[in-house]
């Protein structure tokens, strides 16, 4: 059974650290490399979805492509959300209580979401059908199985996926992937030593949401960022995370 108030802490502590925290920014230096490289090209402003979009912070980085709309489950995530100004946020979750029951949006992204619903095809499914035909929907969840840990219980991870898993998943539900990859690859060894053996030398469930000290806060974002001159243009062969960018089959030509 979910925990509300853990996830709530959760999302108090992220609102704190998401505009300085290595993990958050350097994911969006890739997802604008990614955008900026993939979105198919515009002359009217695209409509965006991001679903669970928790407080918000890659809201403003999304307006720079087009209107925003958000969804959020959690009431004081969705609130700091909105707060930000630059989308129009409402209450909704996956599978089935989107606000949406038509095709839609240009861009649709579900970052770090699907892991946490017990239905992710039917997720999939039903961002598959508010996608307008010719758009994009863009998804990341952490990689690899072997790699649970208590961060993964304490987020209400269902589970972690391979590449292969997510290929089949977008494409038994109508999605036809453009671009895949692996991500936070470059620190993949030490993500991995730290996931592992970090029980063994901190009680502090939520350690990984903190902001370590500053050096070491830029040298962990300095080597994440460095990905997004490598992404999209390679697929990276492992990684704590995955990236997927897809688009609607029946718009394939």
């Excluded at 649709?108 to 699907?114: F, Y």
């Excluded at 991870?157 to 671009?179: D, F, W």
Aim: proline share 6%; with cysteine; net charge neutral.
């Amino acid at each position: 059974m979910r925990n509300p108030l853990v996830e709530t802490e959760a999302y108090s502590i992220a609102a704190d650290v998401e505009e300085e925290h290595w993990w958050f920014c350097g994911r969006r230096a890739i997802l604008r490399s990614v955008l900026n490289k993939l979105l198919p090209p515009s002359d009217v402003p695209r409509r965006i979805l991001e679903v669970g979009c928790g407080n918000g912070g890659n809201l403003p980085l999304l307006a720079e492509y087009g209107q925003v709309t958000a969804v959020e489950l959690d009431d004081k995530a969705r609130m700091r959300a909105a707060e930000r100004g630059v989308a129009q946020v409402e209450k909704g979750w996956l599978p089935d209580g989107l606000p949406f029951n038509a095709p839609t949006f240009d861009l649709i992204l579900a970052l770090d979401v699907v892991e946490h619903v017990d239905d992710d095809s039917g997720s999939i499914r039903a961002l598959q059908k508010i996608l307008n035909p010719g758009g994009m929907l863009v998804i990341t969840v952490p990689a690899y199985q072997w790699l649970w840990s208590e961060h993964d219980e304490l987020n209400h991870h269902k589970r972690r996926y391979s590449l292969a898993q997510c290929k089949k998943l977008l494409a038994g539900n109508g999605l036809n992937v453009r671009y895949a990859t692996y991500f936070n690859s470059l620190l993949f060894p030490l993500a991995v030593s730290h996931i592992k053996l970090h029980k063994y030398f901190s009680n502090d469930p939520y350690g990984a949401l903190r902001t370590p000290p500053s050096f070491i806060n830029q040298l962990l974002l300095s080597a994440f960022a460095l990905e997004s001159r490598l992404i999209p243009g390679i697929s990276m062969p492992c990684g704590i995370s995955i990236l997927l960018c897809a688009t609607r089959m029946d718009a394939v030509k």
